[in-house]
């Protein structure tokens, strides 16, 4: 991939070589993936969403993730459908507001 006329290059902070990205589903993350590589940063994808409802709709998001890795070289971590462990860490936020304490 390269780099795009109207796309500035990224520089990683503190003289950081590498980067674990989080990637909830690749449509949210896949400019930030394509900026990185067009930039030259090593990265890794980690998929960790497990507030995604049903196993269906999670596999496609996931999915998409591994389609997007694989066309670009790019390694990924799967940190697998933990929904019973999300829900029981999220008990009692149901109404907290997007950016709160969920």
């Not at 109207?6 to 003289?15: C, D, M, V």
């Not at 995604?52 to 694989?70: D, G, P, S, T, V």
């Not at 066309?71 to 697998?80: E, L």
Request: proline share 7%; aromatic share 12%; with cysteine.
């Amino acid at each position: 991939m390269t780099q795009s006329p109207e796309r500035k290059p990224l520089a990683l902070p503190n003289g950081h070589s590498k980067v674990l990205l989080h990637s909830c589903c690749a449509p949210c993350s896949g400019e930030v993936m394509e900026a990185m590589q067009a930039s030259g940063i090593d990265f890794t994808i980690f998929f960790y969403n497990p507030n995604i409802y049903l196993l269906k709709e999670y596999e496609l998001h996931k999915n998409e993730n591994i389609r997007f890795a694989e066309k670009f070289g790019i390694p990924f971590v799967d940190a697998d459908y933990d929904r019973d462990n999300w829900f029981e860490r999220a008990r009692g936020m149901k109404h907290e507001p997007e950016r709160g304490v969920r």
